[in-house]
């Protein structure tokens, strides 16, 4: 649709995800550099006005990542976690069966040799650049 109305567009796949190589998953706080190294070439390729557009784990990486670089100018995000450890807890609440996906979020995680699972916070990394009415 953006491409049909004339707008440029660069689709990503994060790290660990798609085509790219394998890596660990860190819910957008590490993605956020794959995010900003496209923008870093967007630039460099004479692209001023630069979006993003994300869903779920996407768009929290996309909060996180303009809350480091001005030259992000628009945001679409589609349900994007705002605290991920909080929306862990959420999920622990359940039945049984839930917190048997945070027993295998663990478990990925030490055998990835990390100590615990990444606590992103796109909502206290995300501060507006500039007001818009």
Known sequence: ???HAGFSVLTID???HGTSSPARLTYGARERH???GAVDWL???GHSRIGLLGASMGAATALMAAAHEPAISALVVDSPFADFAQ????HLLR???AR???QRLEQRTRR???TTPPRPRPVTRFKPHRRTP
């Not at 929306?87 to 959420?90: A, H, N, Q, V």
Request: proline content about 8%; charged content about 30%.
């Open 1 to 3: 649709m953006a491409l």
């Open 14 to 16: 994060l790290r660990g």
């Open 34 to 36: 794959d995010v900003l």
């Open 43 to 45: 630039r460099a390729q």
């Open 87 to 90: 929306m862990i807890e959420r």
């Open 95 to 97: 039945p049984a069966p």
């Open 100 to 102: 048997r996906g945070e």
């Open 112 to 114: 990835r040799g990390m």
